[in-house]
């Protein structure tokens, strides 16, 4: 049996080993996810974002147990905040999500940002698609949600979860005014500290002003105590209100188109520019341009060309 | 007289407008680039990241004037943290950097972050080459330093400057593990607060636990307050010493090679993804692709080689 058999059979190991290929970018995945693919579709997809210290990984436990307690497969995805250069990951939330470690209807994985451009973005999603292949009722995807990259993965999830945190206060201005725009759920986690109400009230008045629209949805800011699990039933609710309004809307298609699209030009753009570039750093030209760059008898703008024109597309 | 002439001649409305031209991608622009590249090379490139609300925009607002009284010519390239849907800037760093406007021998442009994967670092990097070839001593690269994009932009610097502030606690921790290893300098900003000793210690003991080697160049912590003007004549010191050592040491020349790698790969993986994505929309591949992946009678990995094996490189 091939790896993709075994992972649609549901065999744990096979589907851990093909999501390590993956990350090793071996060709031989590659046929596997294609064998996978038209059974993939069903999942529910949710992405978290959210700052560091907003407590994320405690709120995806119980995300998890919730999930759970409905007799439903949970897969995680969690992008990891790897130092860019040690790959040193920082192990912490990994371990606090370890009481499922035992539940086979519960399967982690991280995945590094040490990756090239795009890269993390065509991982999370070869790896959502095995876990989708899987029977995994629903995937949870998290990130911390700072950087474009992460951005653009949490919101191609079907629902996205903001989680911030009581008095955040005007330094992260800059963060909010991006992930404004993102959520279609948000979280004033830790909502036991100062300032929750305050937190929560700012934040509702801030998603009226830019969601004025009256038949689009609505996002709603919701409280929660991570650590004691207080706010969880009413943030799972939630999710079912959001999905059920996307099937409900048509705009669950628009995101499926959107997803599609995504996947296809990030594998587009990964493939072609390791072809390309395997291909001059082989015959050597890659060497070449460096040294004409080196002495500026090349500029990096001609050299692209000359490389575009070895080809069919140019 | 070309636009790239003009730029060599001092024209500063020449730059701007070349700027707008490489931020709207008019194929114009990369002939322009190529006739600068070869007057490129020349300028001492200062990267500044650190966490929103480090005060790193007024700490840049001093190094600017450190500068101009050494009659230096100094440029800055200002990553804003745009909102990916709205393209909204925050307009506040802007203002705050205006008492240099009228300065001649001062040039300011923001770059948005909304780019597509890998667009911001490539346009950062051409910004920079117009920035060189117009004469600029000291090229300033400023960015929020928290995604993996904007710490490859500023970690292919001369000298790459982190800017933290007191008790910034164990919620950056994450951050913190990114960012050691890319830092040539530590500066702890706003130190009259309290506990700015604390910090600058615990990062020193970070720092030469990661910086064994007697030979490399150690980072120092410097403590400033950027308000007030305090702490920037130790800091300018510093990044001469920098300089110098990267000149002595060969570091330098090593450095020069990865930036041009980097620059290279940068535009070659755009535009190769550009200009293959352009044919196939235009030949209605595409919207083909897409349907075949609606219906999942095509998986993305399929349609991906069927792509490539229109190219010479498959």
Redesign the interface.
């Known amino acids: 049996m091939t790896l993709a058999e075994r992972v649609l059979d549901g065999d744990i190991r096979a589907a851990a080993r093909l999501m390590r290929d993956i990350d090793d970018r071996f060709k031989s995945a590659?046929d596997e996810?294609?064998t996978l693919?038209?059974h993939?579709?069903n999942a529910y997809i949710l992405g978290i974002t959210g700052?560091?210290?907003a407590g994320k990984s405690t709120l995806v436990d119980q995300i998890i147990a919730a999930y759970r307690k409905k007799d439903l497969l949970v897969g995680v995805v969690a992008i990891d905040?790897?130092?860019?250069?040690?790959g040193?990951a920082?192990l912490g939330d990994r371990i606090r999500m370890n009481r499922h470690a035992d539940d086979a209807g519960v399967f982690i994985r991280s995945l590094a940002?040490?990756?090239c451009?795009?890269g993390?973005?065509r991982s999370t999603m070869d790896v959502v698609n095995v876990m989708d292949a899987m029977g995994m009722d629903v995937i949870v995807v998290e990130t911390?949600g700072?950087?474009?990259?992460?951005?653009?993965i949490v919101?191609t999830a079907h629902t996205t979860v903001v989680v911030m945190v009581p008095g955040m206060?005007?330094?992260?201005?800059?963060?909010k005014?991006?992930i404004?725009?993102?959520g279609d759920v948000f979280v004033v986690n830790k909502a036991d500290r100062d300032g929750a109400d305050r937190t929560a009230r700012e934040l509702t008045a801030m998603l009226e002003m830019k969601h004025p629209e009256p038949e689009a949805w609505q996002p709603h800011v919701l409280k929660t105590e991570g650590c004691r699990g207080v706010g969880i039933d009413e943030l799972i609710e939630e999710f079912t209100a959001h999905h059920t309004w996307l099937k409900e809307s048509g705009a669950l298609q628009r995101l499926?188109?959107e997803r599609?699209?995504k996947?296809?030009?990030d594998?587009?753009?990964q493939?072609?520019?390791d072809?390309?570039?395997g291909?001059i750093s082989d015959s050597g030209m890659y060497r070449q341009?460096?040294n004409g760059?080196?002495d500026?008898s090349l500029?990096?703008?001609?050299?692209?060309?000359e490389?575009?024109a070895?080809?069919?597309?140019?």
Chains 1, 2 share one sequence.
Do not use: C, H
């Open positions: 590659t996810l294609k693919y038209p993939t579709g700052p560091p210290g905040p790897t130092s860019p250069f040690s040193g920082i940002t040490r990756g451009l795009g993390l973005s911390v700072v950087g474009q990259d992460e951005v653009d919101s206060g005007d330094d992260i201005q800059a963060i005014a991006g404004l725009e993102i499926i188109e599609n699209a996947i296809f030009t594998t587009l753009r493939e072609l520019f072809t390309v570039f291909a341009i460096l760059m080196r500026r500029d990096p703008y001609t050299a692209v060309e490389v575009l070895g080809s069919a597309f140019s």
